[in-house]
């Protein structure tokens, strides 16, 4: 069965601090992955995804990410954190039928 | 492009009442998809719709029901609200809907209150 799996339910950062969230998925055929982010009483907005080639791929405010096969992992990351990026953080596969299935979520403090 | 939109915003219901949810995707998008938010599940899919057909459903009980109209719009529908039917219903629009899997959009989401 998938399933994504994100270890770190709360992370403290500080300002200008790198930025690594964990990300495992299981599913048995080619993964569709995706990092999306919600900030209070919002929805998701896509940071990026990956669908096939090249397994780093690069996605919006600076945000990256990493496919490794060997590792079920889809790791985010950010070489500078801002204070505006504190959010919720998903990870997410997508399955045939066009159905998602999300991790339980990171929460991103970041301080001064 | 307008990004996809959702109504109301937030609705109070009590319990035993049903509601019904509104959703317009991304002009084009053809597939829509609704998920339910809750603190303790999580994001969890509810179904999907395309060509105002359901392809796929998630693991909710028959009170939750939807549909898709002609302009891809579509509405979700609760029946018989419960207390834990508290949540934030999401949804989420994707291109042609024919891929295997598309990068689905989200909405702002509904915020429901059963008391």
């Known amino acids: 069965a998938q399933s994504v799996t994100q270890p770190d339910i709360h992370i403290t950062v500080s300002e200008g601090a790198s930025l690594e969230l964990r990300c495992n998925y299981s599913y048995g055929a080619t993964p569709y992955l995706f990092w999306y982010v919600q900030s209070p009483g919002q929805g998701l907005q896509l940071l990026l995804k990956?669908?096939?080639?090249?397994?780093l791929v690069q996605g919006i405010k600076g945000f990256e990410a990493e496919f490794k096969r060997s590792q079920s992992s889809f790791n985010l990351r950010k070489p500078s954190v801002h204070w505006s990026d504190a959010a919720e953080y998903f990870c997410?596969?997508?399955?045939?039928?066009?159905?998602?299935?999300f991790g339980t979520g990171t929460s991103l403090t970041v301080i001064p | 492009k307008a990004g996809v939109t959702q109504t109301p915003r937030y609705l109070i219901k009590t319990r035993g009442q049903q509601v019904t949810l509104s959703c317009s995707p991304i002009s084009g998008h053809r597939s829509v998809s609704w998920y339910q938010q809750t603190p303790g599940q999580g994001l969890q899919f509810l179904f999907e719709?395309?060509?105002?057909?359901?392809?796929n459903k998630g693991n909710f009980p028959g009170r939750f029901s939807g549909r898709q109209f002609s302009n891809s719009r579509s509405e979700m529908n609760v029946s018989t609200l419960e207390l834990g039917d508290s949540a934030l219903y999401l949804c989420?629009?994707?291109?042609?809907?024919?891929?295997?899997?598309?990068?689905?959009?989200f909405g702002p989401g509904t915020r429901l209150l059963v008391l």
């Open positions: 989420a629009s994707s291109g042609t809907g024919l891929g295997v899997v598309e990068t689905q959009y």
């Open positions: 719709y395309f060509s105002e057909t359901q392809r």
């Open positions: 990956y669908f096939s080639g090249d397994t």
């Open positions: 997410a596969v997508g399955v045939r039928g066009n159905q998602f299935y």
